[in-house]
């Protein structure tokens, strides 16, 4: 069984970082593409990041691009997304999620569960001040 835990979200202000990390258990980490989707009060998922099986590529929303990295860690288990010079448009709730479709895809209007993702956690809240 696959269990995926988000953490690292905080309250900072608009300028500020953070690291969010993501532990998934239950799958062989490297063979899986994974993500990073948010949902911002009344919204839908957004898809901001992706990393292929492998680390063959990785891609970032046009908003979050030369800001946010999405990086993972094999030993660890742990898919991570550092955000800098953080703004208060990125308030939301961030997910990581596995199996999705790194490629243009992952952005598009509305993610739906279980079509363009699999597995995702409980989520971890962003809150960015100005």
């Known amino acids: 069984q696959v269990q995926v835990v988000e953490s690292g979200g905080g309250l900072v202000q608009a300028g500020e970082s953070l690291r969010l990390s993501c532990t998934i258990s239950g799958l062989t980490f490297d063979d899986v593409p994974m993500g990073w989707f948010r949902q911002a009060p009344g919204k839908g998922y957004e898809g901001i990041s992706c990393?292929?099986?492998?680390?063959?590529?990785?891609l970032h929303e046009d908003s979050v691009q030369g800001r946010f990295t999405i990086s993972r860690d094999s030993a660890k288990n742990t898919l991570y997304l550092q955000m800098n010079n953080l703004k208060p448009e990125d308030t939301a709730m961030y997910y990581c999620a596995t199996y999705v479709d790194c490629s243009a895809d992952w952005f598009g209007p509305e993610l739906l569960p279980r079509n363009d993702f699999t597995d995702w956690g409980q989520g971890t809240q962003v809150t960015v001040s100005s």
């Open positions: 990393i292929s099986a492998n680390n063959a590529r990785s």
